[in-house]
Every structure is written in structure tokens, then in C-alpha cells.
């Protein structure tokens, strides 16, 4: 496999010749593209490698800065990937030098808005031993994560082992020794995560005492644990070798928001005050020791140099180029917000969303075991797909399946209070295009049918609670809701253990569930929410954003 991806990536290297070739003769637009071209690579680098850290921005303008101003120096354009890589390795360790003292190892966990490692499981919708791959980082040491970072992009497809050597500084066989103590390091990281997410009773009580941010020493306690416990090394599935699981996967897209301001020789290149684009000045050509970088990786350009992602990372970024004139070239570089950005054509002026629907903001009262439920409005049908396909089981925090269509969904609960008891962080539905109605619950039994303390709790004495917040109306075991767009379904596990099971459904299965009564066995007949109309209750935490942390979504009346 390593020959292959040498192999791809020599001509993906050789693919960018003419373009290096002309940005270096000083074709402004060429070096748009490069810079546009290689900036996520560089971001995923410096990103993985501080795990998020907040000088992850300045790292990737230092690097990005330095490549653009020794651009010339580049004697052999095939050579381009190597040298940037290894341009920002420098810069990641004169970082790590800079800094007075050295810092613990839970830093990008402890106090960090970003955190890299969810920012991959999110952004990827990475899943399963996937997911256990991306949050094992924050378990490594800082130069496990630099060289991680450069790992990581070697298995999925991206540098090669050459690439890997010549950025770390190293030989390539002293590079696989490092690699493969690397791997050994990532599986016990990985051991970590798996036990953390399981139920074992003799590790809650060691974490006890424990504030929840990865560091050297807890690691040693826990891997300690892990090697004597019967259930921690239990892994109850086959564990796949993570250069298997990491093969292929995409780069984690620049986040909105991302700023990327370029100075050259002292001075800053700088958009045009106005909409109109305007010619570079024979002033502003000798000032200037490179040419200007216009909009790169759906960038919009603002004064001082400054680049601010406007867009969304899968949408496609228009093509906009503003060239500096003499007269700016001087200003030092700063930022302001995308609102006052110079915009050389008008944006669309977003289309309004009608409100509509209501939430249950209550614990509803359970119906009689007896009671039959109403008629349910049989709603438009032309199907639904899943990207979990037939059935999504989702078990872990972050765990994430995306519906689109038009018809109903079944979510089925799974509380284990046995496993982990405590409060609830409900499940969200976020980025929602279109409606989205709760309009039956089913099952035969609510959550609360079990003996628990009052309305809001679940479990027992034997098993441990798990308990609701407050306003959440109570669950049943099967929930139905109707479809008509795109929505995203979010685990946040967090405190009391679940797991939801969904299931593309239809109309006649959720009317012949909540249709399945006491004769049958079950303990009660289901319950029909919606009237049929657009004032038909919609789910709890429901968005039609898209947070970075989808536990973060509140309560809401109406979407």
C-alpha cells in the first residue's frame, strides 16, 4: 500500500509543477491557487499536531508566510510537498520552544475552544473504532501528536513515508522504528478511550477522583487498569489496527471562520477599499518581494491581508480576486468580521424560514394502560435514506446519522442505568432543512413503566436511575417522527448510559405499533402527537444550525 501511495502522490505532486513554476515567475493567480491547494494540508498538520490549541491559526499563517516568501528558493518543484511539510514541523517545534514553560499534556483539553480531536470525529462523522482513533490524541505526549499528525496523513493517502522522514528530520528506517512505537502508543491510547466509554464498575470508582482532562499520569493509571482488568480488556469486537481504520479518510475542512492574513518583506498586501478590482501599481510590484494571495479555501478578502471563510467547508467558494494598490501595502495586517468584508458581487439574500410546530415543554402525563390512541394523520411518503443505511445503532458519544426524504423515522431507546447512572444529555437533531414532526410514540411501555423514584426518573434501586432534565418529556421505547427535508441525529452521551436505534420507517408501522395494546402483552397502548397540521409538535433540542457541539442545543418552543 505504501508504494501505491507513493506512487499517487508523486503524480499529484507532479500535477502542481506548472502551477509552483508560475507562481515563482510571479503569476499572482497561480499562487492563489497553490496557497488555496495546500492550506488544508498544512491545517490538518498543525491542527492534529497542538490538538486544536489556540496558536493553531498563527502556526499556519507562520507556515504558509514562509513557504510564500522562500517560494523562490524551491529549486525542485517536486519536491514542494516535503519542503511545506517540512516547513511547518520547524514551526510547530519553534513553538514548542518558545513556550517558558512546558505545558501538560491535557492543555488542548483543558482550556482550548477547539479541540481537534472532536473537531474530527464531528466534521468526518468518523464512527466506531474511527471515532476511538481521532480521541486517542489527546492521550499522547506532544511529539506523539506531531508525529502523529504526519502519520496519520501518510495512511490516508496524503504524504508519503518520504514526505514523513524528510519533515520529521530523520532517516526513513529510523522513521519506521518511531512509527511503530507510535502505533503501539496509539493502541494504548485507544484502550483508554474504549474502557472510558464501557461500563466497568472498578473503573468508575478509580476515575472517581479524577477531573476528566487526559494527562501522563492518569494515563499510566489507567492503562495500568486496563492490563488487569478482565473487563477493560474485554474488547467484545475484533479491534482493527488503526492504519486500517484511518485509510482514505478525508482532510478535517477549514473551519468557518478561519483567518489567514500574508505579509511579505515588512509589508502587508491589502484588498482595494473598493468593490471594483483593481490593477497592481508598478509601485506596489517592486514593493512587494511576492505577489499578493487573492481569496484562498472559500475565503473572502478584507483589509490588511487578511482571508475570513465565509462559507461553509462543502460548499464551493466563489472565485474573487482583489489585487492591492500601492497606497495599502503599508497598513499593517488585521481582521474585522465577514459583514464588512468588500464584496465584489451581491449576496443572495437568505431565504426566510416560516416558523411552525411546538415542543412538549412538560413531562406529559403517561396515558391510561387502557386508553386507545387517537388516528394518525397519514403524512406524504416518498421515502427516507439513512447514512447508516437500514438500521443506525449508535452507542457512543458523537456518534451522528444524517436522514433525508420525505416519511417517518423510528428512534428506538435504549437506557441502561445497570451500565453508568446518572442525568440524561438528550440526544439532538441539528442542521434541519425542511419540517420535522414528533408524531407518535409507541413501544408498548414508557421508560418510566419501570420502577423509579417519580415521573422524571428511570431504573431502580437494583439497577441504578437515570435521570431526565427538567422539562424533558418522558420518553417511550419507540419514538416516531416525520420527515420532510434533512436533519442530522446526534448521541451525547454524556453521565447516564444510551444508545438509540433508527430506523427508516413507514406509516403503517407506526400506526400498528401505537395500535398494540394490553391484549397483546404489551403494557400500554402508544400515543399519537400530531394533528395533521404545521402546528403539530416538533422534537425537543431541534436546530436548523449546525453547532460544533450538538450537546450544546437547548430546548425550543419552535423551529
Known amino acids: 500500500?505504501?508504494?501505491?501511495?507513493?506512487?499517487?502522490?508523486?503524480?499529484?505532486?507532479?500535477?502542481?509543477?506548472?502551477?509552483?513554476?508560475?507562481?515563482?515567475?510571479?503569476?499572482?493567480?497561480?499562487?492563489?491557487?497553490?496557497?488555496?491547494?495546500?492550506?488544508?494540508?498544512?491545517?490538518?498538520?498543525?491542527?492534529?499536531?497542538?490538538?486544536?490549541?489556540?496558536?493553531v491559526d498563527d502556526v499556519v499563517q507562520e507556515t504558509m508566510l514562509r513557504a510564500v516568501d522562500n517560494l523562490g528558493a524551491l529549486r525542485d518543484?517536486?519536491?514542494?510537498?516535503?519542503?511545506?511539510?517540512?516547513?511547518?514541523?520547524?514551526?510547530?517545534?519553534?513553538?514548542?520552544?518558545?513556550?517558558?514553560?512546558?505545558?501538560?499534556?491535557?492543555?488542548?483539553?483543558?482550556?482550548?475552544?477547539?479541540?481537534?480531536?472532536?473537531?474530527t470525529v464531528l466534521r468526518l462523522q468518523l464512527e466506531g473504532q474511527r471515532r476511538e482513533v481521532a480521541?486517542?490524541?489527546?492521550?499522547?505526549?506532544?511529539?506523539?501528536?506531531?508525529?502523529?499528525?504526519?502519520?496519520?496523513?501518510?495512511?490516508?493517502?496524503?504524504?508519503?513515508?518520504?514526505?514523513?522522514?524528510?519533515?520529521?528530520?530523520?532517516?526513513?528506517?529510523?522513521?519506521?522504528?518511531?512509527?511503530?512505537?507510535?502505533?503501539?502508543r496509539v493502541e494504548t491510547a485507544r484502550g483508554i478511550v474504549r474502557a472510558l466509554d464501557g461500563a466497568c464498575p472498578d473503573l468508575r470508582e478509580l476515575t472517581g477522583r479524577w477531573n476528566g482532562r487526559p494527562d501522563s499520569v492518569w494515563r499510566k493509571r489507567l492503562a495500568r487498569h486496563i492490563r488487569g482488568c478482565g473487563y477493560c480488556g474485554d474488547t467484545r469486537e475484533a479491534v482493527v489496527p488503526a492504519e486500517r481504520l484511518l485509510v482514505g479518510i478525508a482532510l478535517v475542512p477549514l473551519p468557518v471562520g478561519f483567518t489567514l492574513s500574508l505579509a511579505f518583506g515588512g509589508k502587508t498586501a491589502a484588498a482595494a477599499a473598493g468593490a471594483a478590482s483593481v490593477g497592481w501599481s508598478a509601485k506596489a510590484m517592486a514593493a512587494l518581494t511576492q505577489p499578493f494571495v487573492a481569496v484562498t479555501?472559500?475565503?473572502?478578502?478584507?483589509?490588511?491581508?487578511?482571508?475570513?471563510?465565509?462559507?461553509?467547508?462543502?460548499?464551493?467558494?466563489?472565485?474573487v480576486v482583489a489585487s492591492p494598490t500601492a497606497a495599502s501595502t503599508a497598513r499593517p495586517p488585521v481582521t474585522i468580521s465577514p459583514s464588512a468584508?468588500?464584496?465584489l458581487s451581491p449576496s443572495p439574500t437568505p431565504k426566510k424560514v416560516d416558523l411552525y410546530g411546538t415542543v412538549v415543554d412538560t413531562v406529559d402525563r403517561a396515558p391510561d394502560p387502557d386508553a386507545r390512541p387517537a388516528a394518525l394523520p397519514h403524512r406524504p411518503e416518498s421515502g427516507i435514506t439513512s447514512t447508516w443505511g437500514a438500521k443506525a445503532v449508535m452507542q457512543h458519544?458523537?456518534?451522528?446519522?444524517?436522514?433525508?426524504?420525505?416519511?417517518?423515522?423510528l428512534v428506538r431507546w435504549q437506557i441502561a442505568p445497570q451500565d453508568r447512572p446518572g442525568g440524561l444529555t438528550m440526544p439532538t437533531w441539528t442542521g434541519l432543512k425542511g419540517r420535522l414532526f414528533h408524531v407518535a410514540s409507541g413501544g408498548g411501555r414508557r421508560m418510566d413503566d419501570a420502577t423509579g423514584p417519580d415521573t422524571t426518573g428511570m431504573g431502580g434501586p437494583d439497577t441504578g436511575y437515570t435521570v431526565l432534565p427538567n422539562g424533558t418529556q418522558q420518553m417511550w421505547q419507540n419514538e416516531y417522527f416525520y420527515l420532510d427535508g434533512s436533519v442530522d441525529l446526534t448521541v451525547n452521551e454524556r453521565g447516564a448510559s444510551y444508545?438509540?436505534?433508527?430506523?427508516?420507517?413507514?406509516?403503517?408501522?407506526?400506526?400498528?405499533?401505537?395500535?398494540?395494546?394490553?391484549?397483546?402483552?404489551a403494557i400500554r397502548y402508544g400515543l399519537v402527537r400530531d394533528n395533521g397540521k404545521d402546528t403539530a409538535p416538533v422534537p425537543q433540542y431541534v436546530t436548523r444550525e449546525s453547532p460544533a457541539d450538538p450537546a450544546t442545543v437547548a430546548q425550543r418552543s419552535r423551529v
Open 297 to 319: 479555501a472559500g475565503a473572502t478578502i478584507v483589509a490588511g491581508g487578511a482571508y475570513v471563510v465565509t462559507q461553509a467547508p462543502d460548499s464551493p467558494p466563489p472565485r
Open 397 to 409: 458519544r458523537g456518534e451522528t446519522v444524517t436522514l433525508s426524504g420525505q416519511g417517518y423515522v
Open 499 to 521: 444508545g438509540l436505534t433508527v430506523f427508516p420507517s413507514s406509516w403503517e408501522a407506526a400506526d400498528k405499533d401505537v395500535n398494540y395494546g394490553p391484549p397483546q402483552g
Open 1 to 55: 500500500m505504501q508504494n501505491r501511495t507513493e506512487g499517487r502522490n508523486d503524480v499529484d505532486t507532479r500535477q502542481w509543477r506548472d502551477t509552483i513554476a508560475a507562481a515563482q515567475a510571479g503569476d499572482r493567480h497561480a499562487l492563489d491557487d497553490l496557497v488555496a491547494g495546500w492550506l488544508p494540508l498544512v491545517y490538518n498538520i498543525v491542527g492534529r499536531a497542538l490538538n486544536g490549541h489556540a496558536d
Open 135 to 184: 480521541e486517542a490524541v489527546r492521550w499522547l505526549d506532544d511529539e506523539d501528536r506531531q508525529l502523529l499528525s504526519l502519520w496519520w496523513l501518510e495512511v490516508a493517502g496524503e504524504l508519503t513515508r518520504r514526505d514523513l522522514a524528510a519533515a520529521a528530520g530523520i532517516s526513513r528506517q529510523h522513521a519506521a522504528v518511531r512509527v511503530q512505537r507510535l502505533k503501539e
Open 341 to 343: 468584508t468588500p464584496s
Open 77 to 119: 518543484p517536486d519536491s514542494f510537498r516535503s519542503w511545506l511539510v517540512a516547513i511547518a514541523m520547524r514551526q510547530i517545534r519553534d513553538r514548542a520552544r518558545r513556550r517558558t514553560a512546558p505545558a501538560p499534556l491535557a492543555e488542548a483539553t483543558a482550556s482550548d475552544a477547539a479541540d481537534f480531536a472532536e473537531l
